[in-house]
């Protein structure tokens, strides 16, 4: 693991989330990039994590002097042990984290192997519950984590079983670790993205017209009739993160047009 951990830049005074230090895991990307950029405008100084380094490296290059970067793997654990070492190291403790590194990837229950179960379960649910195990040392009284789900895990849909089931968890783990937490004033809540145009859909090995035609069937079925921006899940993100969410604890809030609402 290597990292562009820098120190500390001088606190923003206005926004927000002034003076607090977040982490966003997956955040060279899609979601966590928009919302690092929405964490940085709102004065916090931010630390991205993701798999690949030339991405977070250039996310870093993009976001600018109150950003640093950490290359590792959330589904390994030795490398979780090496980012939270890292930061310690440079900032201590932090305020926030938005545990949103995630993977998607789908099959027909029929079709499903032992590799896409534990690919799926080894990054959304392992790799994210040991993020904020890890992180709970470093997180200051009053803190705020955030968790990305997906309004998948409220629906049954084809071919979802397993990443649904993964998102079902995360949804779960707010619930208890709100409670886990509450001696030490840390809010833990989640967010459960609809349909967004990521990079992540990109990745979805399937042509560009038959990617074409399921984007065009979902937004069908979402009321406001189309796909949502990075950018609205990330203002959900800052709500939470931020103390404008100081009574909402162990809440979920769905961001999907209202997919699995109706």
Same mark, same amino acid.
């Given at each position: 693991?290597?990292?562009?951990?820098?120190?500390?830049?001088?606190?923003?005074?206005?926004?927000?989330?002034?003076?607090?230090?977040? %982490?966003?895991?997956?955040?060279?990307? !899609?979601?966590?990039?928009?919302?690092?950029?929405?964490?940085?405008?709102?004065?916090?100084?931010?630390?991205?994590?993701?798999?690949?380094?030339?991405?977070?490296?250039?996310? %870093?290059?993009?976001?600018?002097?109150?950003?640093?970067?950490?290359? !590792?793997? %959330?589904?390994?654990?030795?490398?979780?042990?090496?980012?939270?070492?890292?930061?310690?190291?440079?900032?201590?403790?932090?305020?926030?984290? @938005?545990?949103?590194?995630?993977?998607?990837?789908?099959?027909? @229950?029929?079709?499903?192997?032992?590799?896409?179960?534990?690919?799926?379960?080894?990054?959304?649910?392992?790799?994210?519950?040991?993020?904020?195990?890890?992180?709970?040392?470093?997180?200051?009284?009053?803190?705020?984590?955030?968790?990305?789900?997906?309004?998948?895990?409220?629906?049954?849909?084809?071919?979802?079983?397993?990443?649904?089931?993964?998102?079902?968890?995360?949804?779960?783990?707010?619930?208890?670790?709100?409670?886990?937490?509450?001696?030490?004033?840390?809010?833990?809540?989640?967010?459960?993205?609809?349909?967004?145009?990521?990079?992540?859909?990109?990745?979805?090995?399937?042509?560009?017209?038959?990617?074409?035609?399921?984007?065009? !069937?979902?937004?069908?079925?979402?009321?406001?009739?189309?796909?949502?921006?990075?950018?609205?899940?990330?203002?959900?993100?800052?709500?939470?993160?931020?103390?404008?969410?100081?009574?909402?604890?162990?809440?979920?809030?769905? %961001?999907?047009?209202?997919?699995?609402?109706?």
């Amino acid at each position: 693991m290597t990292s562009t951990l820098t120190a500390p830049q001088p606190l923003q005074t206005t926004g927000k989330l002034s003076g607090k230090v977040a %982490v966003i895991t997956g955040g060279n990307s !899609g979601i966590g990039l928009a919302t690092a950029r929405r964490f940085l405008a709102e004065g916090a100084q931010v630390v991205i994590t993701g798999r690949r380094e030339d991405a977070v490296n250039l996310a %870093v290059k993009e976001l600018g002097e109150r950003a640093s970067g950490v290359i !590792g793997d %959330v589904s390994q654990l030795a490398e979780l042990d090496k980012l939270w070492q890292q930061i310690e190291q440079i900032y201590g403790k932090i305020d926030i984290l @938005f545990a949103n590194a995630g993977v998607s990837e789908f099959r027909h @229950f029929s079709e499903v192997d032992e590799a896409h179960y534990d690919r799926l379960m080894d990054t959304n649910v392992k790799g994210l519950f040991f993020t904020v195990q890890k992180a709970l040392p470093l997180l200051r009284e009053g803190g705020s984590i955030v968790l990305n789900s997906s309004s998948a895990q409220q629906k049954g849909s084809p071919n979802f079983s397993v990443y649904s089931a993964s998102k079902a968890a995360v949804r779960s783990f707010a619930r208890n670790w709100a409670v886990d937490l509450k001696d030490r004033g840390i809010r833990v809540n989640v967010i459960s993205p609809g349909p967004v145009l990521t990079p992540m859909f990109d990745k979805i090995n399937l042509p560009q017209e038959a990617l074409d035609e399921m984007a065009a !069937g979902i937004a069908q079925l979402i009321p406001l009739g189309r796909f949502g921006q990075e950018d609205e899940i990330a203002s959900a993100a800052v709500f939470l993160a931020s103390s404008e969410s100081s009574y909402v604890n162990g809440a979920e809030i769905a %961001v999907d047009g209202g997919l699995a609402q109706v």
